[in-house]
């Protein structure tokens, strides 16, 4: 719909039970040059919204058996979601309170002045095509998650499932082998969703100990612990109304998943050393590599939880099942690194592609990007031949390698294999400059992993947390 200048005019609903005040604010908008469409209640209020774009709702508090709350909850849970003014009968400030602590733009009490009214319209509309636009502009800025993680038949099939499910609040457990890309497709889900301009928080369960996870998680109170000096929000609270990720959720202690069990349950967490429950908006996704199904077999991880984190299962497929994504990926990976390294004339060969695409990337997606970030790196040239990849993807014999296996009388398998873990572990360790968290991606563990091989090899530090 567009007016006679070729502009799209503001689009506004309208919802009350009684036809007279239906018919009073249509003409009352309409002369203020609005579009509008009119719903008696909250079933055509949620049948219009689910056909229609509107930037904002208007909704009598009461409508029968229903309430304006529920068609705030409606017009929030579409994308993009409109604004909302709620309209509440005269000396019930408390329908008011709630209905702005749900989300509401604001509230005007009957009997209104209609230019009271038409101006809290104007704000409410221009804040709404301001959220729309920033929404676009992150979009366009922000490059779509196709190019980082590959758009063959098999992704295209993950990326349809990541734009039905990126409106909705439900959990979603993605899971797929390291390297595949799992927080690239949490943000995708988060980017293309309702919550795109609230924050993101990713958090890696197995990166902290226990009681810090919680109190990362949950929040804590003055005292609660030594450190506590004050009140501290949990990330499920701090984050607002954004999405928080629960990366390695694999890896949550038994202690730490009986109380996220309940957090899910009732929409509240308990911060640690208080009594007191706070409500949190968040959505909340989780991600692993672990099959958190044989987990639960192994008695490692609750089936409670599982069913509760796994409502919707997105799985990433590895790289090696969907070759065609090989190539393109490497273009644009070797683009990115060009640009950052000023030189934009970097190109493979065909020969270099072909050796990409046939052989096994174990590492997956972020393998691939981490030895073109190397490829581009030592580059002499313009051109990145077979020679510019690493002897495990060519197939070449490494500087020093042994070319063939010999067993003495004194040799010892488990020796031999403590010896290969600890020259990884330490080139592991230079590579990403002594950065753990880093090291550990590199050679596909988690961070806790990671730690208890530094430790068992003697490479460990007092202070590693």
């Known amino acids: 719909m567009v007016d006679a200048a070729g502009e799209r005019p503001d689009v506004i609903l309208v919802v009350d039970d009684e036809a007279s005040i239906r018919e009073y604010l249509e003409v009352l908008l309409m002369r203020a040059k609005h579009a509008v469409t009119l719903a008696a209640g909250l079933r055509e209020a949620k049948e219009a919204l689910g056909a229609h774009d509107f930037d904002l709702v208007i909704s009598d508090f009461r409508l029968g058996a229903d309430s304006g709350l529920d068609v705030l909850k409606a017009a929030r849970a579409v994308s993009p979601p409109p604004e909302v003014i709620i309209i509440t009968a005269y000396g019930t400030p408390a329908s008011a309170?709630?209905?702005?602590?749900?989300?509401?733009?604001?509230?005007?009490?009957?009997?209104?002045?209609?230019?009271?009214?038409?101006?809290?319209?104007?704000?409410?509309?221009?804040?709404?095509?301001?959220?729309?636009?920033?929404?676009?502009?992150?979009?366009?800025?922000?490059?779509?998650?196709?190019?980082?993680?590959?758009?063959?038949?098999?992704?295209?099939?993950?990326?349809?499932?990541?734009?039905?499910?990126?409106?909705?609040?439900?959990?979603?457990?993605?899971?797929?082998?390291?390297?595949?890309?799992?927080?690239?497709?949490?943000?995708?889900?988060?980017?293309?969703?309702?919550?795109?301009?609230?924050?993101?928080?990713?958090?890696?369960?197995?990166?902290?100990?226990?009681?810090?996870?919680?109190?990362?998680?949950?929040?804590?109170?003055?005292?609660?612990?030594?450190?506590?000096?004050?009140?501290?929000?949990?990330?499920?609270?701090?984050?607002?109304?954004?999405?928080?990720?629960?990366?390695?959720?694999?890896?949550?202690?038994?202690?730490?998943?009986?109380?996220?069990?309940?957090?899910?349950?009732?929409?509240?967490?308990?911060p640690v050393g208080s009594s007191r429950e706070v409500p949190f908006e968040a959505r909340v996704l989780a991600a692993t590599n672990r099959r958190l199904d044989e987990e639960v077999k192994a008695g490692r991880f609750r089936e409670d939880l599982f069913f509760r984190l796994n409502v919707i299962n997105i799985e990433l497929p590895p790289l090696r099942a969907r070759r065609e994504d090989i190539r393109p990926l490497a273009s644009f990976f070797l683009a990115r690194f060009a640009d950052e390294l000023g030189r934009p004339g970097l190109r493979f060969t065909e020969e270099a592609l072909k050796t990409l695409e046939t052989n096994a990337l174990h590492g997956n997606v972020r393998q691939l990007e981490n030895l073109i970030e190397r490829a581009a790196t030592l580059a002499d040239g313009e051109e990145l031949g077979v020679e510019s990849l690493p002897p495990s993807i060519t197939g070449a014999a490494e500087a020093g390698a042994v070319g063939e296996v010999t067993i003495s009388e004194l040799f010892s398998l488990e020796r031999h294999l403590d010896e290969v873990e600890r020259r990884y572990l330490l080139e592991a360790l230079r590579l990403s400059g002594g950065v753990k968290m880093k090291a550990a991606q590199l050679l596909g563990l988690t961070f806790r992993s990671l730690r208890y091989r530094l430790s068992k090899q003697g490479l460990g530090e007092k202070d590693d947390a």
């Open 97 to 270: 309170v709630e209905a702005m602590r749900q989300g509401a733009y604001d509230y005007i009490s009957k009997p209104f002045d209609n230019e009271e009214l038409l101006l809290l319209v104007e704000r409410a509309v221009e804040k709404s095509k301001l959220s729309t636009e920033n929404r676009q502009l992150k979009a366009s800025l922000v490059p779509r998650a196709e190019y980082s993680l590959g758009n063959s038949v098999a992704m295209r099939q993950v990326w349809h499932l990541v734009d039905k499910v990126a409106a909705a609040k439900t959990t979603v457990l993605i899971t797929g082998e390291s390297g595949t890309g799992k927080e690239v497709v949490s943000r995708a889900i988060h980017n293309r969703g309702p919550r795109a301009g609230a924050p993101f928080v990713p958090v890696n369960c197995g990166a902290l100990a226990e009681g810090v996870l919680e109190s990362e998680l949950f929040g804590h109170v003055k005292g609660a612990f030594t450190g506590a000096q004050g009140d501290r929000a949990g990330i499920l609270v701090s984050a607002g109304e954004g999405t928080v990720l629960l990366d390695e959720v694999g890896e949550l202690p038994p202690s730490t998943q009986v109380k996220l069990l309940r957090v899910l349950q009732e929409r509240r967490v308990k």
